[in-house]
């Protein structure tokens, strides 16, 4: 079996990012997404994509058509009947996961692949919602998506060898490399992101560093694309939380404790870029 | 490559001060590199000249420049003597709390008052060197990192007897170097460290542990949080003997789990595989050199 046609549960946020990579990769994407609103906002979000990269220069004007051509979306689940992988993409509730894991399953064909694209939940759990455990997987893009060139790609305990050589086979074909990683809290990226972070929200809580030497010394010292305070205004301080916390509960070591900092700024309602300050402020325009 | 007025000190022609000599010479200043043996003099001018070759070849200076560079601005010595009309002389001797007192003993015998005294310890109390320096109000730390040569970031972290003025001195002399100096407070590791050491600490522990091979990990470090380097490469760099050192110095004073070094440190010590620079560590390496041009 080759993967031709692809689904995607959930058109918000990464969703849209994903129909874009997959959609833009030359294969035809079907998107649902139960919440009409969610799909209007999802499909002007992906024009706007569309319309970005060739603004930049990254995409040919006369692909523009095309691309739109191969999307089709809709809140009616049977429009995934006759994908061959399916990209789970919706908020990060395990509930929801678990659920829409056993519907899909009632709609796909047995040998269509159902992936997850949890970042803090068992893949096994949720992969075992499916009536073939064995097709399905956990696929974990890694954030700014267009930008991240990889995919974790997650063996849950039931995943058959030939599902996942299918899967990073499909993933090299949209352009991105994989690692293949167990199904244990963090994957890799994680697992080792997640700590620092924390360290650094808690060494800048304890007043031994400002904002600004400590990003200017971690970004410059080490190279990273960004320091840890700009990076975490910029993917949101409340997503940072809800990591940090589904880990921990899983994996209850201190070092992915939930830092205080963060807990008091998100009741705070600062939560970075998206609400116009997290650690540094932002205007509208920025 | 403007002549600046004073001249530099750099104490030790290791690593780190043969790349901060190449940092200060390429700045213009007259740079005084004091070792305390001839051979191991000679090593470092040697690793200087073979990185200024390089920086000709990439069109980074010309002929001219390096031979200004080398031949006027660099002076190798053995004695301290020389190090009379220094404004600032830097130390990059071992990790070692007496050889650095020592060294600055050695140096305030012979250094007019107002030279300022820097410490470039990675892991050590700047309060503690600065105490029996001789000058404890003029003497502060400025951690440059590895390579020194390539890297523009310097951590600079004051004593508590460090003066205002020694501090702001400082930071000036970092425009003029033209690296970019960075405040930091004075607890173990300061930032670089602190967070670094712990990170690859993390990284060795969970490869023990069987969560990914050493390729995988470095994979998706880099490809998926945009990290110029994996941790393995990285400490296939700096050396396990220095992360064994570095992590232990952090680890008493701390007593902080994360700095504590995971048992393959220790293992791989043993066995010689300390990286690039004896050529098996994480990854296996042929010919060495100095990094950068
Ligand atoms: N290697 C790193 O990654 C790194 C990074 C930042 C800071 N540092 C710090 O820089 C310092 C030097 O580290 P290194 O890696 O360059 O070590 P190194 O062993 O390469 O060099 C130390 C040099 O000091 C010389 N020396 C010792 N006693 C001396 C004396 N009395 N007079 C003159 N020279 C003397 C030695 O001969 C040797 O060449 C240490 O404090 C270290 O913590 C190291």
């Not at chain 1, 918000?12 to 997959?22: K, L, Q, T």
Request: with cysteine.
């Amino acid at each position: 079996m080759k993967i031709e046609k692809v689904g995607i549960a959930g058109f918000e946020g990464p969703g849209v990012e994903i129909a874009y990579i997959v959609a833009g990769a030359g294969y035809p994407v079907a998107v649902w997404d139960a919440d009409k609103q969610a799909l209007d906002r999802g499909k002007n979000a992906f024009n706007q994509f569309v319309d970005r990269a060739i603004e930049s220069g990254t995409l040919e004007k006369e692909k523009k058509e095309q691309i739109l051509s191969q999307l089709t979306s809709g809140a009616d689940v049977t429009l995934l009947k006759d994908v061959d992988l399916v990209i789970e993409s919706l908020s990060d509730d395990l509930d929801l996961k678990n659920k829409v894991f056993s519907d899909l399953s009632d709609v796909v064909r047995t040998d269509t692949v159902l992936a997850t694209t949890t970042s803090c939940h068992s893949v096994t759990e949720i992969s075992n919602n499916a009536t073939n455990p064995e097709r399905a997987l956990g696929m974990h893009f890694l954030k700014p998506l267009l930008e991240r060139k990889l995919v974790e790609v997650v063996r849950a305990l039931n995943s058959s060898q030939e599902t996942i050589d299918l899967v990073v086979d499909f993933c090299s074909k949209i352009g991105k490399e994989t690692v293949v990683a167990k199904d244990s809290p963090g994957f890799i990226v994680n697992y080792f992101f997640v700590p620092y972070m924390n360290q650094a929200l808690n060494y800048y809580d304890h007043g031994l560093g400002d904002k600004k030497g400590l990003d200017t010394a971690l970004k410059m010292g080490l190279g990273y694309p960004k320091g840890p305070l700009s990076l975490i205004d910029q993917s949101g301080l409340n997503d940072h939380l809800h990591l940090t916390s589904q880990l921990y509960d899983r994996l209850k070591d201190p070092l992915f404790a939930p830092p205080p900092i963060l807990k008091r700024m998100v009741d705070g309602g600062k939560l970075g870029k998206k609400s116009g300050q997290g650690f540094y402020k932002y205007d509208e325009n920025s | 490559m403007s002549d600046q007025e004073k001249s530099v000190g750099v104490l030790g022609a290791g690593t780190m001060g043969s790349g901060i000599a190449i940092v200060s010479a390429r700045a213009g200043f007259k740079t005084i590199l004091v070792e305390r043996d001839k051979e191991t003099l000679d090593k470092g001018l040697d690793l200087i000249d073979r990185f200024f070759v390089k920086s000709v070849k990439k069109g980074k200076m010309t002929p001219e420049q390096k031979d200004l560079v080398m031949k006027k601005n660099l002076i190798g010595t053995l004695k301290y003597e020389d190090l009379t009309d220094c404004e600032f002389v830097i130390e990059a001797v071992f990790e070692d709390l007496e050889t650095k007192k020592q060294v600055f003993c050695q140096a305030n015998e012979v250094c007019p008052p107002e030279t300022i005294f820097a410490s470039n310890t990675s892991t050590l109390s700047v309060t503690s060197i600065a105490a029996d320096s001789g000058r404890p109000d003029r003497t502060i730390g400025v951690h440059f990192c590895l390579p020194a040569q390539v890297m523009k970031l310097v951590e600079v972290t004051r004593g508590i007897q460090t003066s205002d003025e020694t501090y702001d001195r400082t930071m000036e002399f970092g425009k003029k170097l033209n690296q970019v100096f960075v405040t930091t407070v004075e607890t173990p590791g300061f930032i670089l460290n602190h967070f670094i050491v712990a990170f690859n600490n993390s990284c060795i522990k969970a490869y023990e542990e069987g969560l990914a091979s050493v390729e995988d990990i470095d994979k998706a470090i880099k490809l998926g949080l945009g990290y110029p380097m994996g941790p393995f490469e990285l400490l296939d760099y700096i050396g396990m003997d220095t992360q064994l050192q570095v992590s232990l110095a952090l680890f008493e004073q701390v007593q902080d789990q994360r700095f504590w070094p995971p048992p393959l440190v220790r293992r791989m010590v043993d066995a010689g595989h300390l990286g690039r620079k004896t050529g098996k560590g994480f990854y296996e390496y042929k010919g060495a050199g100095m990094f950068g041009a």
